[in-house]
Nanobody, 122 residues
Framework: VQLQASGGGLVQAGDSLRLSCAAS????????MGWFRQAPGKEREFVAAISWSGVTIYYADSVKGRFTISRDNDKITVYLQMNSLKPEDTAVYYC????????????????WGKGTQVTVSS
Protein backbone atom coordinates (compact mmCIF):
# COMPACT_ATOMS: atom_id res chain seq x y z
CA VAL A 1 0.00 0.00 0.00
CA GLN A 2 1.31 3.42 -0.93
CA LEU A 3 -0.09 6.68 0.32
CA GLN A 4 0.59 10.05 -1.30
CA ALA A 5 -0.53 13.14 0.59
CA SER A 6 -0.81 16.60 -0.91
CA GLY A 7 -2.44 19.97 -0.33
CA GLY A 8 -0.36 21.46 2.44
CA GLY A 9 0.84 25.03 2.40
CA LEU A 10 1.23 28.34 4.17
CA VAL A 11 -1.98 30.12 5.12
CA GLN A 12 -3.16 32.74 7.58
CA ALA A 13 -5.22 32.09 10.67
CA GLY A 14 -8.87 31.66 9.76
CA ASP A 15 -8.13 30.33 6.28
CA SER A 16 -8.95 26.90 4.89
CA LEU A 17 -6.98 24.10 3.27
CA ARG A 18 -7.91 20.71 1.89
CA LEU A 19 -5.49 17.84 2.17
CA SER A 20 -5.76 14.84 -0.11
CA CYS A 21 -4.29 11.38 0.21
CA ALA A 22 -4.30 9.04 -2.76
CA ALA A 23 -3.83 5.37 -1.95
CA SER A 24 -2.76 2.53 -4.15
CA UNK A 25 -2.47 -1.18 -3.59
CA UNK A 26 -4.76 -4.12 -3.42
CA UNK A 27 -7.57 -4.13 -0.83
CA UNK A 28 -6.77 -0.59 0.33
CA UNK A 29 -10.28 0.54 -0.56
CA UNK A 30 -11.46 -1.64 2.33
CA UNK A 31 -9.07 -0.06 4.81
CA UNK A 32 -9.78 2.57 7.41
CA MET A 33 -7.88 5.77 6.67
CA GLY A 34 -7.00 8.81 8.65
CA TRP A 35 -4.68 11.66 9.47
CA PHE A 36 -2.10 12.28 12.17
CA ARG A 37 0.04 15.35 12.66
CA GLN A 38 3.28 16.24 14.33
CA ALA A 39 4.30 19.74 15.32
CA PRO A 40 7.94 20.68 15.98
CA GLY A 41 9.04 19.45 19.38
CA LYS A 42 5.78 17.63 20.02
CA GLU A 43 4.61 14.06 19.81
CA ARG A 44 2.63 12.84 16.87
CA GLU A 45 -1.12 13.12 17.51
CA PHE A 46 -4.30 11.74 16.06
CA VAL A 47 -6.40 14.14 13.97
CA ALA A 48 -9.21 12.24 12.23
CA ALA A 49 -10.15 8.79 10.94
CA ILE A 50 -12.82 7.29 8.73
CA SER A 51 -13.97 3.71 8.26
CA TRP A 52 -13.77 2.07 4.86
CA SER A 53 -17.51 2.61 4.36
CA GLY A 54 -17.37 6.22 5.50
CA VAL A 55 -20.05 5.54 8.09
CA THR A 56 -17.86 5.81 11.19
CA ILE A 57 -15.76 8.93 11.73
CA TYR A 58 -13.63 10.09 14.63
CA TYR A 59 -12.04 13.46 15.33
CA ALA A 60 -9.62 14.76 17.89
CA ASP A 61 -11.30 17.23 20.21
CA SER A 62 -8.91 19.94 19.06
CA VAL A 63 -10.24 19.84 15.49
CA LYS A 64 -13.87 18.86 16.02
CA GLY A 65 -16.20 21.31 14.29
CA ARG A 66 -13.42 22.74 12.13
CA PHE A 67 -12.05 19.74 10.21
CA THR A 68 -14.00 17.29 8.07
CA ILE A 69 -12.68 13.95 6.86
CA SER A 70 -14.19 12.21 3.86
CA ARG A 71 -13.26 9.56 1.32
CA ASP A 72 -13.93 8.60 -2.25
CA ASN A 73 -13.53 4.85 -2.62
CA ASP A 74 -13.75 5.02 -6.41
CA LYS A 75 -10.63 7.17 -6.39
CA ILE A 76 -9.25 5.51 -3.25
CA THR A 77 -8.62 8.96 -1.84
CA VAL A 78 -9.22 10.44 1.58
CA TYR A 79 -9.63 14.17 2.18
CA LEU A 80 -9.22 16.44 5.16
CA GLN A 81 -11.04 19.74 4.83
CA MET A 82 -9.56 22.14 7.36
CA ASN A 83 -11.46 25.33 8.11
CA SER A 84 -10.86 28.13 10.60
CA LEU A 85 -7.21 27.18 10.81
CA LYS A 86 -5.25 28.27 13.87
CA PRO A 87 -1.50 28.69 14.39
CA GLU A 88 -1.59 25.64 16.66
CA ASP A 89 -2.65 23.55 13.66
CA THR A 90 0.83 24.06 12.23
CA ALA A 91 2.37 20.63 11.77
CA VAL A 92 3.38 17.98 9.30
CA TYR A 93 0.24 16.02 8.44
CA TYR A 94 0.49 12.31 7.70
CA CYS A 95 -1.98 10.09 5.93
CA UNK A 96 -2.46 6.66 7.49
CA UNK A 97 -4.21 3.45 6.48
CA UNK A 98 -4.97 0.30 8.42
CA UNK A 99 -7.35 -2.61 8.31
CA UNK A 100 -8.68 -1.68 11.74
CA UNK A 101 -10.30 1.68 12.48
CA UNK A 102 -9.86 1.34 16.22
CA UNK A 103 -6.18 0.51 15.90
CA UNK A 104 -5.66 3.37 13.50
CA UNK A 105 -7.34 5.81 15.85
CA UNK A 106 -5.30 4.79 18.87
CA UNK A 107 -1.91 3.92 17.42
CA UNK A 108 -1.77 4.91 13.79
CA UNK A 109 -1.59 2.19 11.21
CA UNK A 110 0.44 -0.23 9.21
CA UNK A 111 0.82 2.20 6.32
CA TRP A 112 2.02 5.80 6.43
CA GLY A 113 2.48 8.33 3.70
CA LYS A 114 5.10 11.01 3.55
CA GLY A 115 3.89 14.07 5.37
CA THR A 116 2.67 17.36 3.98
CA GLN A 117 3.51 20.59 5.80
CA VAL A 118 0.74 22.86 6.98
CA THR A 119 1.82 26.23 8.35
CA VAL A 120 -0.69 28.69 9.79
CA SER A 121 0.53 32.20 10.49
CA SER A 122 -1.11 34.48 13.02
Amino acid sequence: VQLQASGGGLVQAGDSLRLSCAASGRTVSSYAMGWFRQAPGKEREFVAAISWSGVTIYYADSVKGRFTISRDNDKITVYLQMNSLKPEDTAVYYCVADAGLGYLRSRGGDYWGKGTQVTVSS
